[in-house]
């Protein structure tokens, strides 16, 4: 089974402070993805990666930033966390080959909720 | 950009009747539809997907229909039972980008005993 795991699922941090979110998968899996969940906005896409050292910004990428030093982690980065990005946080990824073939379904970690006060 | 608007945003179901939940779609580039359901506690898992070269799908108790025309695609629950009970997302994919999928904003569905 394709595991996705992410480093904590609740975090309390404080507004100001650096906040790493760490994601890792097993599956050899080249796309990674990070999204916020908030109640009646479903899904956001925040930064996505298809390769090692490769990103790109998805629909709200605005005071996070991502690294993808190896292939099987993708770590989301909270420069100075703000009380507005108090979410869920989902890790995903999908593996290139699923993609070309035209099934590229995502698999999820179990999610990481942030509160930043 | 794509943008996928579903509905309702909650349902509430007697146990045994159908339960039916729509999506529509904006990019007709878009090819792969797939529904994920998202339990309590945990991340979305991928439950049905079909695509747009297959105007219907079946999977025991659940089934996906797509109209490409219209740009609509719909998810299929009958006979529920309490453990349908969840978050359900639908979402659209063009299968270029890394992947990329645009999701729909979710529906609670609840399955009453």
């Known amino acids: 089974d394709v595991k996705v795991t992410q480093s904590s699922r609740y975090l309390v941090k404080r507004t100001g402070e650096k906040v790493f979110l760490e994601c890792v998968q097993d599956?050899?899996?080249?796309?990674m993805f990070w999204y916020r969940q908030d109640p009646g906005l479903g899904l956001r896409l925040i930064y996505f990666?298809?390769?090692?050292?490769?990103?790109e910004k998805g629909d709200i990428p605005e005071g996070y930033s991502v690294s993808r030093e190896k292939k099987e982690r993708f770590s989301l980065i909270l420069e100075s966390a703000s009380t507005n990005q108090t979410s869920m946080y989902l890790c995903?990824?999908?593996?290139?080959?699923?993609?070309?073939?035209?099934?590229?379904?995502?698999?999820f970690g179990p999610g990481t909720r942030l509160t930043v006060l | 950009g794509e943008n996928v608007e579903q509905h309702p945003s909650t349902l509430s179901v007697q146990e045994g009747d159908s339960a039916v939940i729509k999506c529509t779609y904006s990019?007709?580039?878009?090819?792969?539809f797939p529904w994920y359901k998202q339990e309590l506690g945990k991340g979305p898992q991928l439950i049905i997907d079909?695509?747009?070269?297959?105007g219907e799908k079946k999977d025991q108790r659940i089934a996906v229909t797509l109209n490409k025309t219209a740009k609509h695609f719909s998810l299929h629950i009958t006979e529920t039972q309490p453990e349908d009970s969840a978050v359900y997302f639908c979402?659209?994919?063009?299968?270029?980008?890394?992947?990329?999928?645009?999701f729909g904003d979710g529906t609670t569905l609840t399955v009453k005993p």
């Open positions: 990019d007709s580039a878009s090819n792969y």
């Open positions: 079909i695509r747009s070269n297959v």
């Open positions: 990666s298809y390769d090692v050292k490769m990103k």
């Open positions: 599956m050899d899996h080249e796309n």
């Open positions: 995903a990824s999908t593996k290139l080959g699923s993609v070309l073939a035209g099934y590229n379904e995502q698999f």
């Open positions: 979402a659209a994919s063009t299968g270029t980008n890394a992947g990329k999928s645009t």
